[in-house]
């Protein structure tokens, strides 16, 4: 491994994902809107301040990133947010910008990188799904809806760019202990089997680059062991 990408770099599982391949000695260039929750002290880091969900931008912020950064081979498509409430209670500009980001930045994203790491031969992109990207349930119809057309945009890019050398893994987590829960109404309860804990998918994602090139794994699928919820402000959730 040369040089990863990482979107979401600033928090939670790509920032986990970063502190991991930066003490492994693999140079991250890092994007996000606020880069100031996460400043390593590291020469081998490349902080790149960027709003994803202003899709109209994006191919000419991902070509002047492979042009500066040639030697890139790892992306990890990570940026997103959750929100979730009944469907009626979304906007059409809330809807718009939560699939710009969710989904859409994804997919211009990869378009550019797997055209670059076609050209090399070979590349990783690791996509951050989610077990609603498995299952859809009550109060997650967007979050289901960009979860879902991942996992089927990864499936398809997977069998188009494998026999060119780049492998296409997509990660499902349930609920991962992250600042993802600080803006909604609840987070995973308290025990630690409640949670992933974002260093456990640092690990997986950084072992699966020690394996075999010819080896592709399609998907990760992880669950905390127990899944209680504590709800922040109970009576006034959305029903
Ligand atoms: N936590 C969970 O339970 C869980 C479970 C399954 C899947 N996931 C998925 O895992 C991914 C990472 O989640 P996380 O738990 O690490 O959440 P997080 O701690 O909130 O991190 C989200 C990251 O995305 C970036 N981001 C958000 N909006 C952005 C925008 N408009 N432009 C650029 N970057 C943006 C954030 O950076 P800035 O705010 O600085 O822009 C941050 O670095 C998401 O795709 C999420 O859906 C999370």
């Known amino acids: 491994m040369k040089a990863a990408l990482i979107s979401g770099s600033s928090s939670g599982i790509g920032r986990a994902i970063s502190e991991k391949f930066l003490e492994r000695g693999i140079r991250v260039i890092g994007l996000a ?40 081979d790892v992306f990890v498509s990570g940026a997103g ?16 910008n939560f ?20 050209s090399q031969g070979n590349g990783d992109i690791f996509i951050l799904g989610s077990e609603a990207g498995v299952i859809g349930k009550k109060k997650a119809t967007l979050y289901s809806a960009a979860k ?6 990864a499936q398809a890019l997977r069998n188009e760019a494998g026999p060119a050398g780049v492998r296409v893994c997509l990660i499902n987590p349930g609920m991962v202990r992250s600042p993802f829960f600080d803006k909604l109404g609840f987070e995973p309860d308290g ?49």
């Open 33 to 72: 809107r606020n880069h100031s929750k996460f400043k390593p002290d590291e020469k081998n880091y490349t902080p790149i301040e960027a709003d994803l969900s202003k899709v109209k931008r994006l191919p000419e912020l991902i070509k002047s990133i492979l042009k500066e950064n040639p030697d890139i």
């Open 81 to 96: 947010y959750g929100d979730f409430k009944s469907l009626e209670n979304f906007s059409s500009p809330q809807i718009e």
């Open 99 to 118: 699939i710009n980001l969710n989904l859409v930045s994804h997919i211009i994203l990869c378009r550019a990188i797997v055209a670059h790491m076609k």
């Open 148 to 153: 879902f057309g991942l996992r089927g945009f």
């Open 191 to 239: 025990l630690e089997t409640n949670a992933i804990e974002t260093e456990d998918i640092a690990k997986i994602v950084f072992d699966f680059l020690g394996t075999r090139q010819g080896t592709i794994i399609d998907e990760i699928n992880l669950s905390p062991a127990s899944k209680s919820l504590k709800f922040k402000k109970v009576g006034k959730l959305d029903v």
